[in-house]
T-cell receptor, first 111, second 116 residues
Framework: QKEVEQNSGPLSVPEGAIASLNCTYS??????FFWYRQYSGKSPELIMS????GDKEDGRFTAQLNKASQYVSLLIRDSQPSDSATYLC???????????FGAGTRLAVHP | GAVVSQHPSRVICKSGTSVKIECRSL??????MFWYRQFPKQSLMLMAT?????????EQGVEKDKFLINHASLTLSTLTVTSAHPEDSSFYIC????????????FGQGTRLTVV
């Protein structure tokens, strides 16, 4: 079983819609969860971090965490074409604060 | 936010040669740095954890004699790809956790390695 699982997509949404990205993880002891956005050929950039159960909102982005279900999600409201990218779910697992990534979900926002 | 600088951004080398990639934390000290590899359309795969003043910890399946890691100071880690082959062509990215920002990790710009 992979440590962090995501649907690879592509997820296609129209401009202005809500994009919903999902992630599950296997390490029940994980306490820190992140969503990164990566454009082709670039390094990941952090969008959201979440550490507690529930929702965390930042602008158009909302991260949701359910530790009992080992599930993390990211909602993007009012999706824009510039949001088109690969979204990586990442989890701190093991010692040294190792960041383990999911395979990423490719999001395409079409005008 | 904290800055991690990675150099070079692109390198092309001949098969059999070695390539060194540097990763520097510019405004904070990093006792630990991570090295990732990313093949096209795939996710970031953790290769190894670089520890200042001690040996690196390699992930399963990563050849430590081929991917030499040195973490000589609190601001610099290097990855050397030895005897490079075309299958080593990939995007290599380093990251460092910042103790002043919780468990957040800061990434270098990445190095696109092409072995011809």
């Amino acid at each position: 079983q992979k440590e962090v699982e995501q649907n690879s997509g592509p997820l296609s949404v129209p401009e202005g819609a809500i994009a919903s990205l999902n992630c599950t993880y296997s390490d029940r002891g994980s306490q820190s969860f992140f969503w990164y956005r990566q454009y082709s050929g670039k390094s990941p950039e952090l969008i959201m971090s979440i550490y507690s159960n529930g929702d965390k909102e930042d602008g158009r982005f909302t991260a949701q965490l359910n530790k009992a279900s080992q599930y993390v999600s990211l909602l993007i409201r009012d999706s824009q074409p510039s949001d088109s990218a690969t979204y990586l779910c990442a989890v701190i697992s093991g010692g040294y604060n190792k960041l383990i990534f999911g395979a990423g979900t490719r999001l395409a926002v079409h005008p | 936010g904290a800055v991690v600088s990675q150099h070079p951004s692109r390198v092309i080398c001949k098969s059999g040669t070695s390539v060194k990639i540097e990763c520097r934390s510019l405004d904070f000290q990093a006792t630990t740095m991570f090295w990732y590899r990313q093949f096209p359309k795939q996710s970031l795969m953790l290769m190894a954890t670089s520890n200042e003043g001690s040996k690196a910890t390699y992930e399963q399946g990563v050849e430590k004699d081929k991917f030499l890691i040195n973490h000589a100071s609190l601001t610099l880690s290097t990855l050397t790809v030895t005897s490079a082959h075309p299958e080593d062509s990939s995007f290599y990215i380093c990251s460092a956790p910042s103790t002043s920002h919780g468990t957040e990790a800061f990434f270098g710009q990445g190095t696109r390695l092409t072995v011809v």
